[in-house]
């Protein structure tokens, strides 16, 4: 992961998205989700599967285009930092069993953990919503460029990650929104060298039109779990 994220020269952080995004769709041709979700019984939990490293590495991705928005993703990108960090050690410990990020979810419900300050499944559940952050804030600046980059921020935000925030991480947000670099600054330090405004629209296209129904497969997980309404301490 280390070796891949030092080449970013080699191309745009979307670009590298969308190799890590064809890894995880290949994976048994995609999120095989609990079947218990869709009247299956608990027993089809076992099909559920999302690959622990290439959701790593698009996490660790999509931080640095959270980077570039500047100190306004200073806390989010340290938490999203932090929570890979946390997956990334407890993957370490085990490789074999949490290369399917889905085992860290499941001995952590047995346990009775889940919900801990420090679990696994905590740091999970708050790096989707940092990715559905993510395409979110491209989805709206693809689709109005003009748009003020402040408003495409704080849009994103509080559809995405205020009603899980409580109010003082509200509030810092608030704060932090006067620190956003102008629309055309952002979209430039997307691009991969030598990439006009058109190659890089149609990237950042495939990548939402790869991770939007995957994100939605993980939301179903995290319901089948009981952590889609969990909230920031």
């Not at 991480?169 to 929104?177: E, H, M, P, R, Y």
Request: net charge negative; glycine share 4%; with cysteine.
């Amino acid at each position: 992961m280390k070796r891949k994220l030092m080449d970013q020269n080699m191309g745009s952080e979307i670009r590298s998205a969308i190799e890590e995004l064809s890894v995880m769709v290949k994976v048994k041709g995609a999120i095989l989700v609990p079947a218990a979700e869709h009247g299956g019984g608990d027993h089809a939990q076992e099909a559920a599967h999302i690959p622990t490293r290439p959701f790593l590495s698009l996490c660790s991705l999509l931080l640095q285009v959270l980077d570039k928005i500047g100190p306004t993703m200073a806390v989010l990108s340290q938490d999203i930092h932090q929570n890979i960090r946390r997956l990334e050690t407890k993957h370490e410990s085990d490789l074999s069993t949490y290369s399917n990020m889905v085992e860290m979810l499941k001995n952590e419900a047995t346990e009775g953990i889940a919900r801990n300050v420090t679990s696994c499944s905590r740091a999970f559940v708050w790096l989707t919503r940092s990715l559905d952050f993510t395409v979110a804030l491209l989805q709206n600046l693809v689709r109005d460029p003009g748009q003020n980059m402040q408003q495409a921020v704080e849009e994103s935000y509080n559809v995405t990650l205020k009603p899980w925030h409580r109010w003082i991480s509200s509030a810092a947000s608030k704060v932090a929104l006067m620190l956003v670099p102008d629309n055309e600054t952002f979209i430039s330090s997307l691009m991969a060298k030598d990439e006009n405004y058109d190659n890089l629209k149609l990237e950042i296209e495939t990548m939402v039109s790869l991770l939007v129904p995957y994100l939605e497969e993980i939301h179903l997980i995290l319901r089948f779990y009981h952590l889609d309404r969990l909230k920031s301490n």
